[in-house]
């Protein structure tokens, strides 16, 4: 019983440096979310995908991209990384729109 | 701007008292109210939630209030245990949109 997976679990990037945050959810939801959690800020929406093919930005896309080629994949990439990317990443899946949301246990990144 | 207004930020109860978190909110396009609970090194889990249609919702020691007029609910948690300290997230979504917008988060620490 998967439901939302994400890797890596933990990573430290230099400055500059990109990488791709993995999220995959077995549950055939067609809603799939990336959150950043600072602390005292709660869960801030990066993207979005209401299905394959179909992207849209939340409230803090800048420095991010993501892709949906699958209803089960929805890899979160940082291309230009910066101190301020370092947060928590959490990933979410629904059915569909006012749904609940199924979280997947973060990746926690720091940029040094 | 902060869609989702949640406090206390912090809240220290003893074993056996009531908890409750409190939540305030301005757009009345908002129609589904979740509460999710999330411990260390884990992702959120949906712990109940909420349609505007009732005014209370209960299961087990969990009960949500929700007044309409006020734009506001809360999260009251009775005979609270130490299994029960966490960090509880209230959001809310539109009945139009994709997307949830989170409060900042109450941590709670329930002492034996």
């Keep these: ?112 | 701007q902060q869609q989702v207004k949640q406090s206390p930020q912090s809240l220290i109860v003893q074993k056996g008292g009531i908890s409750i978190i409190n939540c305030a909110y301005e757009n009345t396009a908002f129609d589904y109210f979740p509460w999710y609970q999330q411990f260390p090194g884990k992702g959120p889990a949906l712990l109940i939630a909420i349609r505007p249609d009732v005014s209370e919702k209960k299961e087990g020691r969990f009960t949500i209030s929700f007044n309409k007029s006020a734009k506001q609910f809360s999260l009251h948690i009775m005979d609270s245990q130490p299994g029960d300290s966490a960090t509880y997230f209230c959001a809310a979504s539109p009945v139009t949109g994709n997307q949830f917008y989170f409060g900042t988060g109450t941590s709670l620490t329930v002492i034996p």
Excluded at chain 1, 61 to 78: A, C, K, M
């Design chain 1, 1 to 112: 019983n998967a439901g939302v997976t994400q890797t890596p679990k933990f990573r430290i990037l230099k400055i500059g440096q990109s990488m791709t945050l993995q999220c995959t959810q077995d549950m055939n939801h067609n809603y799939m979310y990336w959150y950043r959690q600072d602390p005292g800020m709660g869960l801030k929406l990066i993207y979005y995908s209401v299905g394959a093919g179909i992207t849209d930005k939340g409230e803090v896309p800048n420095g991010y991209n993501v892709s949906r080629s699958t209803t089960e994949d929805f890899p979160l990439r940082l291309e230009l990384a910066a101190p301020s990317q370092t947060s928590v990443y959490f990933c979410a899946s629904s059915p569909r729109a006012g749904q609940p949301q199924h979280f997947g246990d973060g990746t926690r990144l720091s940029i040094l």
